[in-house]
């Protein structure tokens, strides 16, 4: 345990370092050129500014957790849902899948106002946006992952008289769950940014406005310290989700498959 702790140690030593040596540049850098804090804010008037408004800084990355936890779940549910019924026919999936891919060529925000007409200005719309920037990577990650099952496996289960629902629940998606895994590390944090991205379109101000509203108003207003602060949260938040996901990852497939069997053991 404590050789395991020693090195995990080691491990961050370099990127703390590297953080530490980056904001104290920062900060000696605007006091020695007199930066102007609405072009450039030190690192403590980005503490301050947080610090003042934290109150309305929670409320809206609590906004945009709630926003983004409901995409992701949605683009978790609908994008392994429809990858299952594509894999369980090659027509389905040569009839509807070319047309997920156009619907992901569109930029989202070039839909986003059709999304703001069918559901209204506020979480709902917000919620929509988000799902559909992580709906694509769910879906062509499970697609290719239940695409890649083993053959021999798959002629075992056919010489057993498996059904087709039990060869895909009992052998093709547990197969496909190294796949998954990995769409959720990219669709989770996708499902933040277009949760802010909903909230430049469809947010609801007042004190009910997520971090993309703030964003907002504190670049009209040129609250540049407070704008990095409600940035850097937006990041802080991603960040969260994916060491969430990545956990996850650990938890399910240390104990069996290679991609995370390694990293466990180091």
Same mark, same amino acid.
């Given at each position: 345990?404590? %050789?395991?702790?020693?090195?995990?140690?080691? %491990?961050?030593?370099?990127?703390?370092?590297?953080?530490?040596? *980056?904001?104290?540049?920062?900060?000696?850098?605007?006091?020695?050129?007199?930066?102007?804090?609405? +072009?450039?804010?030190?690192?403590?008037?980005?503490?301050?500014?947080?610090?003042?408004?934290?109150?309305?800084?929670?409320?809206?990355?609590?906004?945009?957790?709630?926003?983004?936890?409901?995409?992701?779940?949605?683009?978790?549910?609908?994008?392994?849902?429809?990858?299952?019924?594509?894999?369980?026919?090659?027509?389905?999936? %040569?009839?509807?899948?070319?047309?997920?891919?156009?619907?992901?060529?569109?930029?989202?925000?070039?839909?986003?106002?059709?999304?703001?007409?069918? *559901?209204?200005?506020?979480? =709902?719309?917000?919620?929509?946006?988000? *799902?559909?920037?992580?709906?694509?990577?769910?879906?062509?990650?499970?697609?290719?992952?239940? =695409?890649?099952?083993?053959?021999?496996?798959? =002629?075992?289960?056919?010489?057993?008289?498996?059904?087709?629902?039990?060869?895909?629940?009992?052998?093709?998606?547990?197969?496909?769950?190294?796949?998954?895994?990995?769409?959720?590390?990219?669709?989770?944090?996708?499902?933040?940014?277009?949760?802010?991205?909903?909230?430049?379109?469809?947010?609801?101000?007042?004190?009910?406005?997520? +971090?993309?509203?703030?964003?907002?108003?504190?670049?009209? %207003? +040129?609250?540049?310290?407070?704008?990095?602060?409600?940035?850097?949260?937006?990041?802080?938040?991603?960040?969260?989700?994916?060491?969430?996901? =990545?956990? *996850?990852?650990?938890?399910?497939?240390?104990?069996?498959?290679?991609?995370?069997?390694?990293?466990?053991?180091?």
């Amino acid at each position: 345990m404590l %050789r395991k702790a020693g090195s995990q140690i080691r %491990r961050a030593m370099p990127p703390v370092a590297a953080f530490i040596l *980056f904001i104290g540049g920062w900060e000696l850098f605007c006091r020695l050129a007199d930066m102007k804090p609405y +072009l450039l804010p030190k690192p403590s008037d980005i503490v301050r500014a947080a610090t003042e408004n934290a109150s309305n800084l929670w409320v809206s990355v609590y906004t945009t957790i709630s926003e983004a936890v409901v995409g992701f779940l949605l683009s978790i549910v609908l994008g392994v849902g429809l990858a299952i019924i594509l894999a369980s026919s090659k027509l389905m999936e %040569r009839s509807i899948y070319p047309y997920a891919i156009i619907m992901q060529t569109i930029p989202i925000v070039a839909v986003a106002p059709i999304i703001v007409i069918w *559901f209204g200005a506020g979480m =709902n719309a917000i919620v929509i946006i988000a *799902f559909l920037i992580g709906f694509f990577p769910m879906l062509s990650n499970t697609l290719i992952g239940l =695409n890649s099952t083993d053959h021999n496996m798959k =002629n075992l289960f056919y010489l057993y008289n498996a059904s087709p629902i039990q060869s895909m629940f009992r052998l093709r998606l547990p197969a496909a769950l190294p796949y998954i895994v990995a769409g959720l590390k990219i669709s989770c944090t996708l499902a933040v940014i277009g949760a802010i991205v909903g909230e430049y379109i469809a947010g609801i101000g007042g004190g009910k406005g997520g +971090l993309g509203y703030a964003i907002t108003v504190a670049a009209s %207003r +040129l609250q540049t310290a407070y704008l990095f602060a409600c940035g850097l949260s937006a990041s802080l938040l991603g960040i969260g989700f994916f060491l969430l996901v =990545n956990a *996850f990852s650990k938890w399910m497939l240390s104990s069996w498959h290679e991609s995370e069997m390694g990293s466990s053991e180091g």
